[in-house]
């Protein structure tokens, strides 16, 4: 298993003023160091109380221009860019101030943010990150516009995005990030981008007032008339604007050619924080947009929430033991029929995992119960205990010539049967030292993904005496 990585926070506090590219107006966004297990979330340092909103997929009400959220009232609107950064620079847990509903869009991308939280720099923290490994595939598909995300199994975050906007002047366009280390580097200046008739009607309902040509890519998708330019001219206060050749706008510069595609997978990147933990998985996004992107995050957000619930660890069973039946049976004293663990995963001085395969050869499925075979709970909590053995006998230079008796068995709960076919998974912990050969240990027993029991066990290591 990986080690675990700790969490990070800014090493200092860091501003940066803009306008919001929908509202017009002048703010100033200011990220803070928080503490451990803080995450992201915003505080409106202008309303009464400094109210604070997470970064959680569960407040999003919006997503027509840019992830907008709400949280009692208290708005944040085009919140993507901003936690693009934090997550492109690996950074876990940060306030972000705010004297105006929406964080300055500065030239349209996550690129200041990021140069901004270099400046700040970067301290680590005691405690461990926390990462939702991704097991199986998992999917959101907008039935409505086709738009698709799925994970998969991968050994880091990596994202892909492949869009298709149907139109001549952009066409069919693919990004993928293969680590997260290079955000800054490949993601991080893509700036956002409009179509020319999605602009037009933008200006005429008043909902891009800080928007000008340093901040937005306009793709010229129609023809374009002598009035439009002129509306246009006014609007980005310039004497003369006209259509590259590539179909935009002048005035911009295209940083790639698959500049847009790269800034689809910034937002991808920006709400699937919303899920509030980071992913060790590959994103795969067909047509990505706010609110598939958002729709996904809630869905992992569930996921994320149900399995910290059960709290299964997960372990690769097809990896080589790190003990097998042979090296057990060198340590432990029990034989068959009362041999009950098969392997053992892990062992460090504070924890053991051990496995069993449950198979209806057991000789005490034959009268429990005929018909109805059923793992007793008693032969669980001894399977823990022979778990828990082997980390109390690994403690000593001989263990061949110790027994592990137990003295006692505390808090015993059985959650679900355990029935032939099932795989059972024994993960002991010290809950206090080892002292004069008596452990203290809480053991747990998982099948099938589940908890099916648990306990706390002391027991002490003794001295053969045949």
Known sequence: MKTAQKQRTIAKEVSLTGVGLHTGESVTIKFVPAAENQGYAFKRTDLEGEPLIEADANYVVNTQRGTNL?????KIQTSEHVLAALVGMEIDNVIIELDSPEPPI???????FVE???????VEQKADREVFVVKDVISYRDEATGSEITVIPA???????????????????????????DFKKEIADARTFSFLHELEMLLENG?????????????????ISAATMKKLEKAFNKEKLSVKPNGILDNLTLHQPNEAARHKLLDVIGDLALAGTRIQGKVIATKPGHFVNTQFAKKLSKIIKLEKRNNVPHYDLNAPPLMDIHQIMAMLPHRP????????LELSDQHVVGMKNVTMNEPFFVGHFPGAPV????????????????????????????????MKIDKVKFKRQVLPGDTLIFHCSLISPIRRGICHMQAYAYGNGKL????????????RTD
């Open 70 to 74: 709400e949280k009692h009232g208290v």
């Open 106 to 112: 500065m030239d349209g991308s996550s690129k200041f």
């Open 116 to 122: 901004a939280l270099e400046k700040a720099g970067v």
């Open 155 to 181: 050994e880091e975050y990596q994202v892909t995005t492949m869009v298709d906007f149907g139109t001549k002047v952009l066409g069919t366009q693919n990004a993928t990030l293969e680590h997260l280390s």
């Open 207 to 223: 909902l891009i007032k800080g928007g000008d040509l340093n901040n937005a890519i306009v793709y010229v998708d129609k023809e």
């Open 337 to 344: 029929p009362f041999l009950l663990i098969d392997r053992i």
């Open 375 to 406: 793992m007793p709970g008693v032969l669980q909590v001894e399977a823990m205990a022979q778990t828990g053995g082997i980390l109390v006998l690994s403690t000593v230079p001989d263990p061949e010539n110790y027994l592990t008796l137990f």
């Open 452 to 463: 099916v029991s648990e306990a706390e066990m002391m027991a002490q290591i003794v001295k």
